[in-house]
């Protein structure tokens, strides 16, 4: 109980500060930020007046992409197909295909051309956002999350949010991988851009702050 209630503190502290943040934001080019810098390969640190700000760089690199995709999805004429040079060919057992066929429109509608011919799926082209990402171990992923035929239905119409999530999860800068200062100087604008900077798609939190305060509680400070 102790710390679900540690972990629920740490939730709202963080859309507490994340509202604070996206509020005192103008424009893309005024980040409220300052000395943005790359911490252990696994967080951004900043500073914002006199309090120090840490971002997981995975949970929002997250958001940042699952708002890219669902934008991508609610405007199909804005959506951007990258051909592959070599199709993608992925065969399937046949209850599986049925499910394939069944997310096929989803597939369809973010920027993937498929075809599903005699349990095999042929991709030739991906949406612009996923082109770096592994096409294979997304579609098998999300095949397996929807096996159950009842759920399907229901999934595809009203958590398409969660396969873009999936997406999303796949394709974002992750956990131990080194960016320059002035790329993440340019992902913290991206993250304010969003609509909910606050936590990523899964709802782990994306920010913490600590006050001076706390800094000197740790050094016998007062």
């Not at 934001?25 to 900043?46: A, F, G, K, V, W």
Request: aromatic fraction near 8%.
């Amino acid at each position: 109980m102790q710390t679900f209630q540690h972990n629920k503190n740490l939730v709202n502290q963080a859309i507490a500060f994340s509202q604070q943040l996206l509020e005192s934001t103008e424009s893309s080019d005024d980040i409220p930020l300052t000395n943005i810098h790359q911490y252990m390969s696994r967080y951004i640190i900043c500073e914002k007046d006199d309090e120090l700000w840490v971002i997981d760089q995975h949970a929002a690199a997250e958001r940042i992409r699952f708002e890219e995709l669902l934008n991508a999805y609610e405007h199909i004429d804005s959506t951007t197909s990258q051909k592959l040079l070599v199709p993608i060919k992925l065969s399937f057992t046949k209850p599986e295909s049925i499910i394939v066929e069944s997310v096929l429109p989803l597939l369809q509608k973010i920027g993937f051309t498929v075809d599903l011919s005699n349990e095999t799926l042929i991709i030739t082209a991906v949406p612009e956002t996923l082109k770096s990402g592994n096409i294979t171990e997304i579609i098998k992923e999300l095949i397996a999350f929807t096996e159950d035929q009842n759920v399907l239905e229901n999934y595809v119409k009203n958590k398409y949010e969660d396969i873009i999530a999936t997406f999303a999860c796949h394709t974002s800068l992750r956990a131990n991988q080194q960016i320059t200062n002035p790329d993440a100087k340019s992902f913290v604008r991206k993250l304010l851009l969003c609509k909910n900077p606050y936590s990523c798609p899964h709802g782990r939190p994306i920010l913490w702050k600590i006050t001076p305060d706390e800094i000197d509680s740790h050094f016998d400070r007062t």
